[in-house]
């Protein structure tokens, strides 16, 4: 199946109560080991770069060139978007200009007024292609490519008016954080999440920081509203952890252990089966 936009699948997944994965990519391995377990599963799933895993891994254009191919050599039979995580505003027209089928504008540390008038903008560059669009407000906490948010609760009524410019799915901070949670993290606030549910008349919400968030709390987000879920820092912490072992048993100082191939599949396999556990959790299996 060619790439797709996100806006059926998340639409799809919202009407049957459940939710996409939407995983971090950050080389060839990692894409591959992506597609493989969302085609294990039958299970629709975006792929994502944020802009410095794209500057990585050669440009967008080699990104999308990537991501294209392994769907055609790999026989690649589900609905699979390519989706801009985190961009500002001249990534979303540049990833909207070369191929992605979808972008995440991230205004969310601009004023509100200048995160609207931006939204509105890449709303238009990316619907006159059929490209989906994400944005946000109420920035989520931690680090991702130097934008820091502290993990702010969004504003239901500025939820409301960002979706009325006419986005596709909505990121929105409810307590949620990138990378690691820390020992004393309240966890999600569900009570806010129903506010801007109700707020946005149902459109498809997204939960970032989705690695480490407690199976239980994620379908009760699931429940009011979540259809979208990004995973990076857990598929990145079972990678190393797995490539850790290998080289710590030896195993690259035996015969040719050391090839990138073989020192690289403990990882990799690693990955799959972290995607394949979170298509499970976000009850998408089979339903491609």
Same mark, same amino acid.
């Given at each position: 199946?060619?790439?797709?936009?996100?806006?059926?699948?998340?639409?799809?997944?919202?009407?049957?109560?459940?939710?996409?994965?939407?995983?971090?990519?950050?080389?060839?391995?990692?894409?591959?080991?992506?597609?493989?377990?969302?085609?294990?599963?039958?299970?629709?799933?975006?792929?994502?770069?944020?802009? *410095?895993?794209?500057?990585?891994?050669?440009?967008?254009?080699?990104?999308?060139?990537?991501?294209?191919?392994?769907?055609?050599?790999?026989?690649?039979?589900?609905?699979?978007?390519?989706?801009?995580?985190?961009?500002?505003?001249?990534?979303?027209?540049?990833?909207?200009?070369?191929?992605?089928?979808?972008?995440?504008?991230?205004?969310?540390?601009?004023?509100?007024?200048?995160?609207?008038?931006?939204?509105?903008?890449?709303?238009?560059?990316?619907?006159?292609?059929?490209?989906?669009?994400?944005?946000?407000?109420?920035?989520?906490?931690?680090?991702?490519?130097?934008?820091?948010?502290?993990?702010?609760?969004?504003?239901?009524?500025?939820?409301?008016?960002?979706?009325?410019?006419?986005?596709?799915?909505?990121?929105?901070?409810?307590?949620?954080?990138?990378?690691?949670?820390?020992?004393?993290?309240?966890?999600?606030?569900?009570?806010?999440?129903?506010?801007?549910?109700?707020?946005?008349?149902?459109?498809?919400?997204?939960?970032?920081?989705?690695?480490?968030?407690?199976?239980?709390?994620?379908?009760?987000?699931?429940?009011?509203?979540?259809?979208?879920?990004?995973?990076?820092?857990?598929?990145?912490?079972?990678?190393?952890?797995?490539?850790?072992?290998?080289?710590?048993?030896?195993?690259?100082?035996? *015969?040719?252990?050391?090839?990138?191939?073989?020192?690289?599949?403990?990882?990799?396999?690693?990955?799959?089966?972290?995607?394949?556990?979170?298509?499970?959790?976000?009850?998408?299996?089979?339903?491609?």
């Amino acid at each position: 199946m060619a790439l797709v936009s996100a806006t059926e699948m998340l639409t799809k997944a919202r009407d049957n109560h459940y939710a996409v994965g939407a995983f971090n990519t950050n080389n060839l391995e990692w894409t591959i080991a992506i597609l493989k377990a969302a085609q294990t599963k039958n299970a629709p799933v975006m792929i994502q770069t944020s802009m *410095g895993a794209a500057k990585y891994m050669g440009g967008y254009e080699i990104c999308v060139a990537i991501v294209k191919t392994l769907i055609e050599t790999m026989n690649i039979t589900v609905p699979v978007a390519l989706h801009l995580d985190h961009g500002d505003y001249e990534a979303a027209k540049k990833c909207i200009e070369v191929g992605y089928t979808s972008v995440m504008f991230d205004g969310s540390h601009l004023p509100f007024e200048e995160n609207l008038e931006k939204t509105k903008e890449i709303v238009a560059l990316a619907h006159a292609k059929g490209i989906s669009v994400e944005a946000e407000v109420g920035s989520i906490g931690g680090e991702e490519d130097g934008i820091i948010g502290a993990g702010e609760l969004a504003d239901p009524k500025e939820c409301k008016i960002i979706v009325d410019c006419g986005i596709d799915f909505l990121a929105a901070g409810i307590g949620n954080i990138h990378g690691k949670y820390p020992d004393n993290w309240a966890g999600l606030s569900f009570d806010r999440l129903d506010e801007i549910n109700k707020a946005t008349n149902q459109i498809p919400l997204v939960l970032h920081g989705g690695s480490g968030i407690p199976e239980d709390q994620i379908s009760k987000a699931i429940n009011l509203g979540v259809t979208k879920i990004n995973v990076n820092t857990e598929c990145q912490l079972v990678f190393a952890e797995a490539t850790r072992k290998y080289i710590e048993a030896g195993k690259d100082l035996e *015969g040719k252990g050391f090839d990138p191939r073989k020192l690289l599949k403990p990882g990799v396999d690693a990955i799959i089966a972290c995607v394949e556990e979170k298509i499970e959790w976000f009850g998408s299996t089979n339903k491609a």
